[in-house]
């Protein structure tokens, strides 16, 4: 077989290394297989995910 590219995100991943599946390991707040989406009660801002930082006494829901 051939080698092809991981093309893991520079933010998002902890490392351009992949799997043999070609998915990366996402930094905190990152998903899928490229680290490329936001995850649950994180945002998109200026090309970072960060956390949404909601009160979970004073809001409905933790997500931004």
Do not use: E, M, V
Not at 21 to 50: F, R, V
């Amino acid at each position: 077989g051939s080698c092809l590219a991981c093309g893991c995100s520079s933010t998002g991943s902890s490392s351009l290394q992949c799997s043999s599946a070609g998915t990366c390991t996402c930094k905190t707040g990152y998903i899928g297989a490229k680290c490329t989406s936001c995850d649950t009660n994180y945002y998109l801002s200026s090309g970072s995910c960060l956390a949404c930082g909601c009160s979970s006494t004073g809001s409905s829901s933790l997500q931004c």
